[in-house]
């Protein structure tokens, strides 16, 4: 069995719910604040941060928003340096990674998936 690169089987195992429930455990700071969009840095109880994007997309029919959120493992480092410098790099720094994707489409079910690579920051009212 190889050690795992990041968190611990709550926060980066393979159930995507699970993991969402364990990234969200504590609140470290937030970069940015906006009706639509955040830049969240999270931590499990193991330690682990995370960098979590939410983006939100208005339809402007019925009120069912398409919702999306992006949660990547970073290092402390790497977060101390994000709340000192900005977000705008995150998507540079945690490129190749491994992130969970969780989404909430217009008349869609709420799902969360991991991904391999492919970060990006989704587009946002």
Do not use: N
């Amino acid at each position: 069995m190889s050690a795992r690169p990041f968190g611990c089987e709550q926060c980066f195992g393979d159930d995507g719910e699970r993991a969402w429930i364990a990234i969200r455990r504590a609140h470290v700071a937030a970069l940015v604040e906006e009706s639509h969009f955040s830049v969240r840095l999270t931590a499990c109880a193991c330690g682990q941060r995370f960098a979590v994007v939410f983006a939100e997309r208005i339809d402007w029919s019925g009120g069912e928003d398409d919702m999306t959120w992006l949660a990547a493992p970073i290092s402390v480092g790497e977060a101390k340096s994000l709340e000192a410098q900005g977000w705008e790099g995150l998507a540079s720094v945690v490129s190749g990674r491994r992130f969970l994707l969780r989404c909430y489409p217009t008349k869609g079910g709420l799902t969360a998936v991991w991904r391999e690579g492919g970060f990006t920051i989704p587009w946002h009212d």
